[in-house]
């Protein structure tokens, strides 16, 4: 199993830039394909970004395409997330989750490991 664990949530105003990192222990982490989710308030949780376990293939949700970028440090064993241009309607819980798959996940059920979660908060 993969351990997973979120930081650089915050508040932030609408305009503003957060990165997130999820740094992760136990099975090796270039093994896996990783992704980023989100959930909004009283919503279902909802995908945002994968990147493949090489870091050559990404897909974005179309809500945030040309604004988040998904990278991977496979010596660190990190995942980042860079989000620009941030909108309140990107207030949520953010969550980092890994699949061991050398490709994109196609569904969520690949994913067999999540962190506990990062808030965002973007302030109009």
């Known amino acids: 199993q993969v351990q997973l664990v979120e930081s650089g949530g915050g508040l932030v105003q609408a305009g503003g830039s957060l990165r997130l990192s999820c740094a992760a222990s136990?099975?090796?982490?270039?093994?896996?394909?990783m992704g980023w989710f989100r959930q909004p308030p009283g919503l279902a949780r909802e995908f945002v970004a994968a990147i493949s376990r090489s870091g050559v293939s990404t897909d974005y949700a179309d809500s945030v395409k040309g604004r988040f970028t998904i990278s991977r440090d496979n010596v660190k064993n990190t995942v980042y997330l860079q989000m620009n241009s941030l909108k309140p309607e990107d207030t949520a819980v953010y969550y980092c989750a890994a699949a061991p798959v050398p490709n994109l996940p196609g569904a969520i059920s690949l994913y067999d490991a999540w962190g506990q979660g990062t808030q965002v908060t973007v302030s109009s």
């Open positions: 136990g099975r090796t982490f270039s093994n896996n394909a």
